[in-house]
């Protein structure tokens, strides 16, 4: 079963700022919360993650709300070339050499962004 | 430059033509793990490997095969690829980079594969 959930599809204005939220009511307190984003049928590209504070880099900024069971990846000032597929996905990546953390990925559908001029 | 490489990027077989679609990565990474993208269908993960010789089932592992015996490297194996394995395949590896490990995922550019 998918870990998280997300709106298929969401339309943005130029210019604005794209909010894209996702539920991970189960999320475990080891387990932190990564956003993807692939443009067309390129491959999945890294955007940001974050445990339990807020984060924000030179791409976007990511909320999490105090329970930690949902988030919201926010783009500040979304452009045409953000127009792709994003996804939101939990893992536990502590442990490769203790053989802890999580290795099974379930990355979902997402929700399809579209930027409209 | 950091990166995944897969190859061929693109393929066109036939039922039965045993094929290997090979995965490289230059980051020293531990974890490697291939999944197939299908319309409407999202990502699927296949087979993931933790390390070297330390492989395991992803969601939808019927049909393939993968080995893992240098770090770098991680093919995927179709013994006897059928239309059904028409799809899009994305090699990804993680593990530590510069000193640190974020548990980011880096991917490779897919390889485009029709079976006829």
């Known amino acids: 079963d998918a870990k998280t959930t997300q709106p298929p599809s969401m339309d943005c204005a130029e210019g604005r700022a794209a909010n894209l939220p996702c539920n991970h009511s189960t999320i475990s307190g080891n387990e932190y919360v990564y956003w993807y984003r692939q443009i067309h049928s390129q491959g999945p590209q890294y955007i940001i993650h974050?445990?339990?504070n807020n984060e924000t880099n030179e791409m976007a900024s990511l909320i999490i709300t105090e329970d930690r069971k949902s988030s919201t990846l926010i783009l500040p000032h979304a452009t045409l070339r953000d127009t792709a597929v994003y996804y939101c996905i939990v893992r536990d990546f502590r442990g490769y050499y203790s053989g802890a953390g999580s290795y099974q990925l379930t990355f979902g559908k997402g929700t399809k962004l579209s930027v409209i001029p | 430059e950091a990166q995944v490489t897969q190859n061929p990027r693109y393929l066109i077989t036939v039922t039965g033509k045993k094929l290997t679609v090979t995965c490289s990565q230059n980051m020293n990474h531990e974890y490697m793990s291939w999944y197939r993208q299908d319309p409407g269908l999202g990502l699927r993960q296949i087979y993931y490997?933790?390390?070297?010789?330390?492989?395991d089932k992803g969601d939808v592992p019927e049909g393939y095969k993968v080995s893992r015996k240098e770090k770098r490297n991680f093919p995927l194996i179709l013994e006897s690829p059928s239309p059904n394995q028409t799809s899009l395949y994305f090699c990804a590896s993680s593990g530590r980079s510069s000193g640190r490990n974020t548990g980011e995922l880096f991917f490779g550019e897919g390889s485009r594969l029709t079976v006829l």
């Open positions: 974050g445990l339990k």
């Open positions: 490997s933790m390390n070297v010789e330390v492989t």
